[in-house]
């Protein structure tokens, strides 16, 4: 029976030191990650708003497909404007040959014929117009239209470039807020890693008890999670926005 006793307490020493080894070979690992992701107080020198503005609408494909757009509704509208002269014509003749004449001359009971063959030239100029009672009706009509059109193509291509501007200001201002974030992360990471760090000596020493061991280890894996998706989160708003721009930000410490 004593020995029964002795052998379960054996048992659960050891489990306690197997769970101890364990936990200090994951705060290692988790402090090895910590100083190689770690935001080490490096930061991002954003250009001016304005000149992020600039460069986004200069290298916006669908702000460059409106300028097209704007220039097709010209051509169509200049096109419009001589339509008048499709129905305006120019017509030309020419004729060249022998022409043949018989004359015949009565005089009292005596008759005469005569056959004469002389060459000519000839030839006739002029200038037409046509023009369909329906196109004369609806040619002020036609011209208004054309008018809008170009008129439309420039608003839209106005629009595009607002919609830019807004967006713009959204994603640098969120990106400004990622960046303060991934800081904030950065320092209760560091909080954290130092806490850890005492309470690990304290376990060692046998002041703290495993229970907050483990509670002050996955509060700081918590730490860690959060500091990683802060990072996720900068990045992808950093790119979002370098993408827009056309060109990427630089790196200052």
């Known amino acids: 029976m004593y020995s029964i006793k002795k052998m379960n307490k054996f048992f659960h020493v050891l489990s306690i030191f197997c769970l101890v080894s364990i936990s200090l070979n994951t705060i290692q690992a988790q402090n090895q990650v910590l100083e190689d992701n770690s935001f080490k107080g ?14 986004a609408i200069k290298h916006s494909a669908m702000l460059s497909f409106r300028k097209h757009h704007i220039g097709v509704m010209e051509s169509t509208l200049k096109s419009e404007k001589i339509y008048w002269t499709k129905h305006l014509g120019i017509q030309g003749e020419s004729k060249y040959g022998n022409i043949n004449s018989f004359s015949t001359d009565t005089d009292g009971a005596v008759s005469s014929s005569a056959l004469a063959t002389t060459e000519q030239f000839n030839y006739s ?60 992360r950065s320092r209760s990471l560091g909080d954290g890693r130092v806490n850890m760090e005492m309470v690990e000596k304290e376990f060692r020493n046998g002041v703290v008890a495993i229970s907050e061991y483990v509670r002050i280890t996955n509060m700081t894996a918590n730490l860690e999670a959060d500091f990683e998706k802060a990072v996720a989160d900068f990045i992808t708003a950093k790119q979002l926005l370098e993408d827009m721009a056309g060109f990427v930000f630089g790196l200052t410490d």
């Open 42 to 55: 490096s930061l991002y020198k954003f250009p001016p708003l304005q000149v992020v503005i600039d460069s």
């Open 125 to 184: 100029f002029g200038v037409y117009i046509k023009f369909p009672v329906y196109d004369f009706i609806n040619r002020k009509h036609q011209l208004k239209l054309a008018k809008l059109e170009v008129e439309e193509a420039i608003s839209m291509a106005e629009f595009t470039k607002e919609e830019i501007r807004q967006n713009v200001i959204r994603l640098y201002q969120d990106l400004i807020l990622k960046q303060k974030l991934l800081q904030i």
